[in-house]
Every structure is written in C-alpha cells, then in structure tokens.
C-alpha cells in the first residue's frame, strides 16, 4: 500500500498558495485492506475512504471509462494493480495531475509543473471530452490564477460543445461551478474561456447576447455590453462582494440585448425589459432565490438608482416599496453596491463618485424611523391607514433631502 497527496494540494503547494483540501490516493490495495486498516468506506460511485483520524478522504487508484452522456456517464474500475499514473491520467489538467509522497517527492508525468510556469491550462489527454463539467471547471480555474488556455484544449472544448456534450450537463452542476467561479479572483476569465470555446452560448445564452451590443455614448462608446459588464463583474469581486452581489452585477444590463420587439411579457408592472430574461436565466440553471431576487432588482432599478438626485419623494418611495428596502434594508445595502460597480465598471472611472448610495440610505433611515403604529392608532379608520404612512414617509424623505 503506497500513499499519495494529488490534486489540488500539490498544484497549490507548487503555487506557494494555502492548500485548503487535501486529496488522498491509496495504490496497491483492496478496499478490504484498507477497511482492515481502519479506514469507514464512504464512497458511492466508486471506493473512497474515511481516514481513521483525520477523517481525511482516501481513494483506491482507479480508471475511468466512457459509458455515456454527462459527467455521471463513467465507468469506473478500482484495483491493487492500478497504478498512480494510470490514475493521474484520468484527471483533466496537467496543472491537476501530479503527486507527491510523503518524502515531498513530486510526480508529474504529465509535465503540470511546465504549465504551471508558463501559467497555462491544459487537458491531459483526449479523454478530457468524456466529462463537459471539465469546460466549467478549466473556465473556473482561469478565473482563479488568470491562466490562459492552450491552444489544443481551447480546439478540444469547442469540439464538445459542438458535438452537444455541454448540453447534457444538469442545471445543478452548471450553477454550482458558476457560482464557484463567480467568487474567484478574476471571474470574467471564467465568462471569456466559456464565451471563446462557445459554451457560454449553450449555457447562459442571455448572457453571451450582451457582447457586441454598444453601450451608451454617454457612458463608454468604445466597449460593448459584454466587456462593460465583465468590468462591473471584476469591480464586484475586487471590493469582496459577496455571490448575491456579484451575480446581480452579472445580470444587471441583460436588457440591452434585446429590442424593443424582443420585450417579452411579464406580470410585473415596473420591470425593466431585461427581467424576464433574468428569471429566465435564474429557473434554467436553478438559481437559488436570494441570487435571482437581487438580480431581478438590480435588473429593474440599477437606472433609477442611478438618477436617485432626479427623483421626486413619492418616486423615492415607491422605489423603497418595490424593493421591500424598508423591511430588508441589508438586501437593499447589496443592491446599492451592485449599482456602485455598475457606475465604476468602466475604464477610467474605477474611482468615480457615487454620491448616490449614502443619499439614499439616509432617506431610507428617514422612512424607516416613521412611527406607522401610532399613525394607525391616530386613523379613525383601517382604511386611511396606508395613505396617512405614505404621506408621513414621504414627508419624512422630503425633509430629509433638503
């Protein structure tokens, strides 16, 4: 029995980076050997162990074979006489597919430590096409390091989407890996990969429609759409967004894309034409509620946020309903910062005055401290309760904004 650190922790450890997860191999033995050793077997799809203290996880070194669509679609084979680079093989990126032993030996057969200097992204071997999560998971990688992708993997990943293997991925897994890739460093490396080997169009179509669509002339005449949104996208992580925010700037000028014929109907009265394709995007890949409920928002009002100086009290106030800001002002905080990136996701304007956000918490704090029970306690009846607070709200931001 020989025992191997793979993966993650040795490429992270060759990066000088923090290794956060530890992977396991165990070659030459049986899953009998190792219960015998004390390890809780735990694996499902194929043998994977409990370490007896660390509760670490071992895998037995296995093959993987083809047997049918998606990233479930494998046959898996585990056995003493597997050997560790039979093992290697099968992963997806040489960066991904090296070993260390316990003396701090290092095995890399696949030349990872070449790519991991010439900081580069590349497929172990043709088997790469059997599992599509891999597109997602090198587009993630790219977002995290900022490598760039060879050649021969960009040629390899195009193949597959246009052989249709993307379009067996799950929603799930699809939301999983983009929402990991959201939180990298870099996440518009992970939109520009997806976008440049054509999976992005498969996946997230609303999204790949943003790029050669102008924007404003008043805002940033040279850049489309896309490339401003990639911008807003890496402001966001740059101050540390969290993933609600970060998708919301995502999502935030998915309307360009469209013409006015385009508009699709919808039951909301005060949309913005890019929020069906927001609720759209959001149920194909289910999206969890509190991503899409900001992203619709953002979706909506990013632009009446931004004319916030503009706005009479009342609209002011019917923008606070619309964004239930008096009941979940922390939400109504992320969407504020949403709408910052938006405004500094341009070149040149990455330190842009945004007098706009604090102008609107303070009125937010004026409407909030309106005291709507003893309102209601001074109505004669139910029914002039909701008017008598609005206008004691609205009261209440006018005086505040002079």
Request: a negative charge; charged letters at 25%; glycine letters at 6%.
């Amino acid at each position: 029995m020989r025992i191997y650190k793979v993966g993650g922790a040795v490429r992270d450890r060759l990066l000088g980076l923090a290794v956060q997860d530890t992977d396991w191999v165990v070659v030459g033995a049986t899953a009998a050997e190792m219960e015998q050793a004390g390890y809780k077997p735990v694996g499902k799809d194929f043998p994977v162990f409990l370490h007896p203290k660390t509760h670490e996880e071992y895998a037995l070194a296995r093959t993987e074979r083809k047997s049918g669509h998606g990233y479930k679609g494998f046959t898996v084979f585990a056995a003493p006489e597997v050997s560790l680079e039979e093992d290697l093989a099968r992963r997806d990126l040489t960066v991904n597919a090296m070993a260390e032993d316990e003396a701090g030996n290092v095995f890399d057969p696949f030349n990872g430590q070449a790519d991991l200097a010439a900081r580069v992204l590349r497929h172990v071997s043709p088997a790469f096409v059997e599992d599509p999560v891999r597109i997602l998971r090198l587009a993630r990688f790219a977002a995290r390091f900022g490598f760039s992708v060879a050649d021969e993997t960009m040629t390899l990943m195009r193949q597959m989407v246009d052989h249709g293997e993307v379009d067996h991925l799950v929603p799930e897994r699809v939301w999983q890996e983009i929402a990991r890739g959201l939180m990298e460093q870099h996440p518009s490396r992970m939109f520009e990969v997806l976008r440049s080997c054509g999976a992005l169009a498969r996946i997230a179509p609303e999204i790949d429609a943003l790029w050669g669509v102008p924007q404003r002339a008043d805002y940033h005449p040279e850049v489309d759409t896309g490339v401003h949104v990639m911008l807003v996208l890496d402001y966001a992580a740059r101050q540390n967004a969290p993933l609600v925010t970060r998708f919301a700037a995502l999502c935030h000028d998915l309307g360009k894309a469209i013409t006015p014929a385009d508009v699709l109907p919808s039951h909301h009265g005060h949309e913005g034409k890019g929020v069906p394709l927001v609720e759209s995007l959001c149920e194909r890949l289910r999206v969890p509620s509190d991503c899409k409920d900001l992203a619709v928002m953002v979706c909506r009002d990013h632009t009446h946020v931004h004319r916030a100086m503009e706005l009479r009290s009342d609209t002011v106030l019917e923008l606070f309903h619309r964004c239930d800001a008096l009941r979940k002002p922390e939400r109504f905080n992320q969407m504020l910062d949403a709408c910052v990136a938006d405004a500094r996701g341009r070149t040149g304007f990455e330190n842009v005055e945004y007098p706009q956000a604090e102008y609107l918490l303070r009125l937010l704090v004026a409407a909030s401290e309106v005291d709507a029970g003893a309102i209601a306690q001074a109505c004669e009846t139910k029914a002039q309760i909701p008017q008598r607070v609005k206008q004691a709200r609205v009261a209440a931001i006018e005086a505040t904004r002079n």
